[in-house]
């Protein structure tokens, strides 16, 4: 209980994964609104488009228009995110803040359905992209490793597995010069538990002591929020978290891309347990309502509803 | 963490808090269905009806229908609730199981609220209610304390407060000779945190370290799970939950009263923490889709949409 940590610093997803996973259409001018709301209640960095194919992901045809249209504040970090060297020199063209991140996937069937690319193809892209970011003069980068904790083709992954992939991820980053700034274990379809978090997150870290951890969340099954707490008393510092808990379609008949942890819950928790996060809840509750407004739907966070408890009265 | 309890003891509070939440007009028939259908999950008690004015709650004046519609199951106990003397006579008309239930609030405000009564007032109905308890025989029986995390009046409630009015009850059975069966802390408005778990169910088992504590959880800032994991790490033994959340109503513009955790959630989180629950955790997400389809809007929990991950594929 003593590794609590005194600070975290959250990724916001939501304007990123999660209009990705909305149907398309959401107006930019929407998308840029939530951004500037987000970017005012004092969370650090915000992940702002994807630049991907628009063919495969049309939800992110906008991303540059995003970009170029944000009123940036001071002191927030504007993410953007992609697959491959066009969407990277896209991003490098959009302004946006460039995370040289690595990504990979403990399970190769997900990797093969996903992103169309064997485990080989996928490292030699990332190879690709970080000899890309080095001569764009960008350093270490976080890596990710997508479903980290399972995978609903393969189950769960045995942790030597797990380790394995993670290992050719952060040597492709140790062998470029540029070591990963943090190692993302990604819950990409909710199959954690608090037990699993303690287990890998404990592997992974006796694996590369020197490498913070940092938890990428899904709340598919509603242990999202316990996953967390989990990953907090192990003194991880760093989370992606959704506003809203945006990202989850479970009136789509897409259960399975349920969203992130709804990032106010987090924030919540953090504050219960004395961590600070820099975000103003209350501003960060009005951001989830402003989202639920722009989708036309009710979010499945819990706080944006209730509204924050003052133990003072 | 070595305290976790190798089985927990579930009250399904679906049919009786959750129906209790949604607007009059719910069949009897598809509440015994519910009813039945949750016996058939392995889930140990079922809170079936309350036995209140149907004046005040109409949801809940089918009570008796309910009772004597219900096909039992051997092994399964189906409860009921009431909060006076002719609530208790008209339960024990009914056939169903009966707790012999003791209840207050810690804080005076929701009780005037609720329950329209002062604090003395209150005593003096559960003195008189565990008389008659006496005289059919009941023994012990489980102690609620409302709004024992806070509440929306009256703000967090002070630990020696809490306890005080957990000590009028305790003393008020102990007195009767019926010493609590256990001693419920209920969050009765989802204003708990898992630090808050820990310090109040330690200060309890300080105080009373022969009485089980219980915890009644609502997941209404998102905290739910975590608050139960906390519970869970610290021994707590017998939980309230919901199925698929049924309760909350975030669309009737009541958020105060959204629902207790989902049952089919907790029991995942026991299931991976190695804690048995009797339960057939397939069966109660079939139940938690049924529940649903009865209401006929979408509940908060988030497994039955997405279904249970198999970790061995």
Not at 263 to 292: F, K, P, Q, V, Y
Request: net charge negative.
């Amino acid at each position: 209980m003593s590794d609590i940590p005194a600070r975290i610093h959250i990724v916001e997803e939501g304007p990123r994964e999660g209009f990705q996973a909305e149907p398309p259409g959401v107006p930019t001018a929407e998308k840029i609104r939530l951004i500037e709301t987000l970017a005012a209640t004092g969370v650090p960095e915000i992940d702002c488009a994807s630049f991907v194919n628009p063919k495969v992901l049309p939800q992110m045809a906008d991303a540059l228009g995003i970009a170029e249209g944000i009123r940036r504040e001071q002191g927030v970090t504007y993410s953007c995110m992609w697959l491959n060297d066009k969407g990277f020199l896209q991003a490098v063209e959009s302004g946006l803040n460039l995370p040289a991140l690595t990504s990979g996937s403990a399970s190769d069937t997900f990797l093969e359905r996903n992103n169309r690319r064997t485990p080989e193809a996928q490292l030699e892209g990332q190879r690709k992209l970080r000899a890309l970011y080095d001569a764009h003069g960008l350093g270490s980068g976080p890596v990710y490793l997508f479903t980290a904790f399972g995978c609903n083709y393969e189950g769960e992954i045995p942790q030597e597995k797990v380790l394995a992939r993670a290992a050719d991820l952060v040597g492709l980053c140790e062998e470029a010069g540029s070591p990963p700034a943090c190692i993302y274990l990604c819950d990409t379809i909710g199959a954690a538990d608090p037990g699993l978090v303690r287990r890998l997150v404990g592997a992974v870290r006796d694996r590369w002591p020197d490498y913070p951890v940092a938890l990428h969340l899904h709340d598919t099954r509603g242990l999202g929020i316990a996953n967390a707490m989990a990953g907090l008393e192990l003194g991880v510092a760093r989370f992606d978290a959704s506003v809203g808990g945006l990202g989850g379609c479970p009136f789509a008949g897409n259960p399975a891309a349920a969203g992130n942890i709804a990032t106010e819950e987090l924030a919540l928790l953090c504050e219960r347990m004395g961590i600070e996060t820099g975000i103003d809840l209350g501003a960060l509750i009005d951001a989830a309502r402003l989202a639920e407004e722009i989708v036309g739907r009710s979010l499945p966070g819990k706080l944006s509803k209730a509204g924050v408890f003052n133990p003072r009265r």
